[in-house]
């Protein structure tokens, strides 16, 4: 079985340019988070989509971020413009039942 | 919200000795408690969960105690080997709608041969 899928895996952009960040979940998976770390602090919740609706957004950081989940399948968190704070590793999870199965996830640099 | 904090940041043992991790939560409607490891360079992964229902699981060198009165949770390693290295996770959700996990700040875990 597959596991989660991130993509890219690291990114380097200036400051004010836009990124989009790849989520592909386990197969059959409702459950979608994004989650982020920043400066090896915790790992701090984004957002979560139950298939393609979004259920608890309560972690996004401000409108800069959007994020998308089209068909229920795979899922797109695009920062625009992106700002210096936004650096960080950007973790997706998906889960069914209790466990949470983890992205790789994407290490994003803005300079 | 939820909030969990953990303690220690860092944690330097001997291999062999015993490793302990500890973490407290806030929120009283939280029942199910996982630790995940992160290896250099790699995803976080599941080593352990509890359930509130439950005060004690353990599955080989591993166990964690969740104290709900209390709201505190620990991870014991015993025998702590060189590959046991790496920043440990505690976290707390609700099973209920298969919520957000809040995670703790993290413990670098070195273990010295």
């Known amino acids: 079985e597959a596991g989660v899928t991130q993509f890219p895996s690291h990114s380097v952009i200036e400051k004010g340019q836009t990124v989009t960040l790849r989520c592909d979940p386990i197969?059959?998976?409702?459950?979608l988070y994004w989650y982020r770390r920043v400066m090896g602090k915790e790992i701090k919740f984004l957002l979560h989509?139950?298939?393609?609706?979004?259920?608890?957004e309560s972690g996004m950081p401000n409108n800069r971020f959007l994020a998308e989940r089209t068909g229920g399948t795979y899922s797109t968190l695009k920062v625009q413009p992106a700002e210096l704070e936004d650096s960080g590793v950007y973790f997706c999870?998906?889960?069914?039942?209790?466990?949470?199965?983890f992205g790789q996830g994407t290490r994003l640099t803005v300079v | 919200g939820e909030n969990v904090e953990q303690h220690p940041s860092t944690l330097s043992v001997q291999e062999g000795d015993s490793a302990v991790i500890k973490c407290t939560y806030s929120d009283s409607a939280s029942n199910y408690f996982p630790w995940y490891k992160q290896e250099l360079g790699k995803r976080p992964q599941l080593i352990i969960d509890?359930?509130?229902?439950?005060g004690e699981k353990k599955d080989q060198r591993i166990a964690v105690t969740l104290n709900k009165t209390a709201k505190h949770f620990s991870l014991h390693i015993t025998e702590t080997q060189p590959e046991d290295s790496a920043v440990y996770f505690c976290?707390?959700?609700?099973?209920?709608?298969?919520?957000?996990?809040?995670f703790g700040a993290g413990t670098q875990v070195v273990v010295t041969p």
């Open positions: 509890i359930r509130s229902n439950v």
């Open positions: 197969s059959g998976h409702d459950n």
């Open positions: 989509f139950v298939k393609e609706s979004k259920q608890d």
């Open positions: 976290a707390a959700s609700h099973t209920d709608s298969w919520g957000k996990l809040q």
């Open positions: 999870a998906s889960r069914q039942r209790e466990e949470a199965f």
